[in-house]
């Protein structure tokens, strides 16, 4: 793993919802300079406390940009090659990183390879990039059936047995590294054979050893996955859904379990830790009580992991995820031209987060940091974050009452609100108010 991953913190953006592009790409469309909105959000990124931007596609697709038409094209919506170099000056200007979305599972049925395949038939130069099966008396014109990704006849899984398809990925991975990016999320990682990613792993890290690659899991073995792919990481969904599930039903064992086993993941890889994404119902939608948004932030940014905050989570946007056609819309909303459109009432989360944030990059080991469970009730926890020489405590309490929970060694507070007791000794107690949390130096 590239040594800069300790002290990176993502904005994950979805750039063809945050520039308001045009639901789809229509053909011959004129190119539209949108990616330069990006632009006047960079201070803000870099006043949250974010090292780098986190980029949803932004390569030429057919609509949502997970359907790509072209890997070496920017999508017209949102501009050209000038626009893209013109970003990634500006964020290297200020420090920020750049990992790139590659949807390399499969591509959209305007694809160039498919259409050729749907005119010329199985003697279309690339047939064999994809999976095909072809009707008796098949003749040019004659559309065959053939593998896509999880029942979306959109989505045309590449055959990746072919050499030449890993030679493909391979090029477009290079060649935008070569144009300044810093890694690569892989789309839906869990669905590509893991041959395949430790072969065109291994030749882009020959010529960019340094550049930072997670992949996309929702489950399964993490471990095995990085291991046999040679990913640096993938995402964390476990440790996802048991913060807003456990703080929903006050069952903070369920967090404890995973932050176990989120150990264990981290003595093979650190994984790709958030709250929030693309693809799922906003935190602060999905956190039943708003009182307990403080504290799923409280720990996702001190358990051990590389943190990602999807952009509008850091102000509190609200969207349902659903499924239906235009079901992603209310997570994936257009952004003001400049934070000075924001609404004013999320501005106390964007604060929450700063502080937090800049915590963790004064404790840049926290990037590896175990967790022990120190006390825990349904509606209590303390946790001890750190390794044998450092580390904070983190105390939540999600009753109705205030309480007074162990917390030994803990000298002061560092972020929330709470009282310490007895500070610096071995029977050191924390006073957490109702609904109260706090992070302690010990």
């Given at each position: 793993m590239p040594a800069w991953i300790e002290h990176a913190v993502w904005w994950h953006v979805y750039p063809l919802g945050f520039v308001g592009a045009e639901p789809e790409l229509a053909a011959g469309a004129p190119v539209i300079h949108r990616l330069p909105h990006l632009h006047a959000w960079l201070d803000y990124a870099v006043e949250l406390g974010v090292s780098g931007l986190a980029l949803g596609p932004?390569?030429?697709?057919?609509?949502h940009g997970y359907d790509t038409i072209d890997h070496f094209q920017i999508d017209p919506r949102l501009g050209d090659d000038t626009d893209f170099n013109a970003l990634v000056e500006a964020a290297q200007a200020r420090g920020l990183r750049i990992l790139l979305d590659g949807v390399f599972n499969h591509v959209g049925r305007d694809h160039p390879a498919f259409q050729d395949v749907l005119h010329r038939g199985p003697q279309a130069a690339r047939a064999k990039w994809f999976r095909l099966s072809w009707p008796r008396g098949t003749a040019p014109g004659i559309e065959p059936d053939y593998a896509c990704f999880e029942g979306h006849r959109q989505l045309i899984t590449l055959n990746h047995d072919e050499p030449e398809v890993a030679d493909h990925v391979a090029s477009i991975m290079k060649h935008w590294l070569n144009r300044g990016i810093d890694g690569w999320r892989l789309d839906a990682a869990y669905a590509v054979p893991r041959r395949f990613w430790s072969g065109v792993i291994r030749r882009v890290r020959?010529?960019?050893?340094?550049?930072?690659i997670v992949g996309e899991v929702i489950h399964g073995d993490y471990a095995a996955l990085v291991r046999d792919t040679g990913m640096d990481s993938v995402t964390q969904y476990e440790l996802w859904k048991a913060i807003w599930s456990a703080l929903n039903d006050c069952n903070l064992f369920e967090v404890a379990h995973a932050l176990d086993r989120h150990n264990g993941f981290l003595d093979a890889f650190v994984p790709l830790t958030f709250v929030g994404n693309h693809d799922v119902?906003?935190?602060?939608?999905?956190?039943?009580?708003?009182?307990?948004?403080?504290?799923a932030l409280a720990i996702l940014l001190v358990c051990g992991g590389t943190p990602s905050i999807y952009a509008g989570d850091e102000q509190a946007f609200r969207g349902l995820k659903e499924d239906r056609i235009g079901g992603d819309d209310a997570i994936r909303p257009v952004f003001p031209e400049t934070p000075a459109g924001l609404a004013p009432y999320g501005w106390p989360i964007y604060r929450l987060h700063q502080t937090l944030i800049a915590l963790r990059r004064r404790h840049a080991w926290l990037h590896l940091a175990r967790t022990r469970t120190l006390h825990l009730t349904n509606a209590q926890l303390v946790l001890s974050v750190g390794d044998e020489t450092r580390r904070l405590l983190l105390s939540l309490n999600l009753a109705e009452e205030g309480v007074l929970l162990p917390a030994p060694g803990a000298r002061s507070v560092e972020a929330g609100e709470a009282v310490v007791r007895q500070a610096g000794t071995p029977n050191a107690q924390v006073s957490l108010g109702s609904q109260?949390?706090?992070i302690l130096k010990a």
């Amino acid at each position: 793993m590239p040594a800069w991953i300790e002290h990176a913190v993502w904005w994950h953006v979805y750039p063809l919802g945050f520039v308001g592009a045009e639901p789809e790409l229509a053909a011959g469309a004129p190119v539209i300079h949108r990616l330069p909105h990006l632009h006047a959000w960079l201070d803000y990124a870099v006043e949250l406390g974010v090292s780098g931007l986190a980029l949803g596609p932004i390569f030429a697709a057919s609509t949502h940009g997970y359907d790509t038409i072209d890997h070496f094209q920017i999508d017209p919506r949102l501009g050209d090659d000038t626009d893209f170099n013109a970003l990634v000056e500006a964020a290297q200007a200020r420090g920020l990183r750049i990992l790139l979305d590659g949807v390399f599972n499969h591509v959209g049925r305007d694809h160039p390879a498919f259409q050729d395949v749907l005119h010329r038939g199985p003697q279309a130069a690339r047939a064999k990039w994809f999976r095909l099966s072809w009707p008796r008396g098949t003749a040019p014109g004659i559309e065959p059936d053939y593998a896509c990704f999880e029942g979306h006849r959109q989505l045309i899984t590449l055959n990746h047995d072919e050499p030449e398809v890993a030679d493909h990925v391979a090029s477009i991975m290079k060649h935008w590294l070569n144009r300044g990016i810093d890694g690569w999320r892989l789309d839906a990682a869990y669905a590509v054979p893991r041959r395949f990613w430790s072969g065109v792993i291994r030749r882009v890290r020959s010529v960019h050893p340094d550049a930072y690659i997670v992949g996309e899991v929702i489950h399964g073995d993490y471990a095995a996955l990085v291991r046999d792919t040679g990913m640096d990481s993938v995402t964390q969904y476990e440790l996802w859904k048991a913060i807003w599930s456990a703080l929903n039903d006050c069952n903070l064992f369920e967090v404890a379990h995973a932050l176990d086993r989120h150990n264990g993941f981290l003595d093979a890889f650190v994984p790709l830790t958030f709250v929030g994404n693309h693809d799922v119902t906003r935190i602060a939608s999905r956190i039943v009580d708003e009182r307990h948004l403080p504290h799923a932030l409280a720990i996702l940014l001190v358990c051990g992991g590389t943190p990602s905050i999807y952009a509008g989570d850091e102000q509190a946007f609200r969207g349902l995820k659903e499924d239906r056609i235009g079901g992603d819309d209310a997570i994936r909303p257009v952004f003001p031209e400049t934070p000075a459109g924001l609404a004013p009432y999320g501005w106390p989360i964007y604060r929450l987060h700063q502080t937090l944030i800049a915590l963790r990059r004064r404790h840049a080991w926290l990037h590896l940091a175990r967790t022990r469970t120190l006390h825990l009730t349904n509606a209590q926890l303390v946790l001890s974050v750190g390794d044998e020489t450092r580390r904070l405590l983190l105390s939540l309490n999600l009753a109705e009452e205030g309480v007074l929970l162990p917390a030994p060694g803990a000298r002061s507070v560092e972020a929330g609100e709470a009282v310490v007791r007895q500070a610096g000794t071995p029977n050191a107690q924390v006073s957490l108010g109702s609904q109260g949390w706090a992070i302690l130096k010990a």
